[in-house]
């Protein structure tokens, strides 16, 4: 079956600019997670989306980053005003449900942004 | 204290080593564990649970120590196809957000002819 997708694949922009990442889940999959990779590091948390719950946006860096999800589908990542240190490839994962037996994330192959 | 901590290599191995990685993470109320391996430029993809009894599939094996907080990974008879990065995965149980998780930093693994 279809994994997770994400469009587009590449984004390059001008600082200052703002830019919309998208995210398809596996369909069926209650929990959406969004993650930042900066080139050689570790990934870093975003936000979480889990069924109807309020979302956790502890993650998102500052007030320029937002994202929503419609229901338990297709997930959008906002970011606003672009900088060039959020220059990363951004990786979105699915997930079937919260449970124990049920954890693991499925991921898309990520938007590589570049902020010029 | 980070939440989870890896060393981040590299190891470099010959073909047919064993290694061994560990990582250790700071909630004593996580329950659910992983190994995900990264290749370059590509996305993390599963490559195995982590359960309380220990669990192997294949040449990997993984095992849980909660008391001390840490889980390992052990690669026999590498092969040149295991060079990756390792990441260790670790849920963070939330009150208000179900549960969410937290990858380690990485273990970049290089298997040389």
């Known amino acids: 079956g279809a994994g997770v997708s994400q469009s587009p694949s590449n984004k390059v922009t001008e600082k200052g600019k703002d830019v919309e990442l998208r995210c398809d889940p596996i369909?069926?999959?209650?929990?959406l997670y969004w993650y930042r990779q900066r080139l050689g590091q570790g990934l870093e948390f975003l936000i979480y989306?889990?069924?109807?719950?309020?979302?956790?946006k502890s993650g998102l860096p500052s007030d320029r980053f937002s994202a929503e999800r419609t229901g338990e589908s297709v997930s959008t990542l906002t970011i606003q005003r672009t900088q060039q240190e959020d220059s990363a490839v951004y990786l979105c994962?699915?997930?079937?449900?919260?449970?124990?037996?049920?954890?693991?994330?499925?991921f898309g192959p990520g938007t590589r942004l570049t902020v010029l | 204290r980070k939440e989870v901590e890896q060393d981040p290599g590299p190891f470099n191995v010959p073909e047919g080593a064993t290694v061994a990685f560990n990582c250790t993470y700071s909630?004593?109320?996580?329950?659910?564990f992983f190994w995900y391996r990264q290749d370059c430029r590509k996305e993390p993809k599963l490559l195995m649970s982590?359960?309380?009894s220990g669990n192997e599939d294949g040449r990997f094996t993984a095992q849980l120590n909660r008391a001390s907080q840490y889980i390992s990974l052990l690669i026999r008879d590498s092969k040149l196809s295991d060079s990756a990065t390792y990441l260790c995965?670790?849920?963070?149980?939330?009150?208000?957000?179900?549960?969410?998780?937290?990858f380690g930093p990485g273990t970049r693994l290089s298997v040389l002819p």
């Open positions: 994962a699915s997930s079937y449900g919260t449970g124990a037996t049920y954890n693991e994330q499925f």
């Open positions: 369909s069926g999959h209650t929990a």
């Open positions: 989306f889990q069924g109807n719950s309020a979302p956790d």
């Open positions: 909630n004593s109320a996580s329950q659910s």
């Open positions: 982590v359960y309380s």
């Open positions: 995965v670790v849920n963070k149980p939330s009150k208000n957000y179900g549960q969410n998780f937290v």
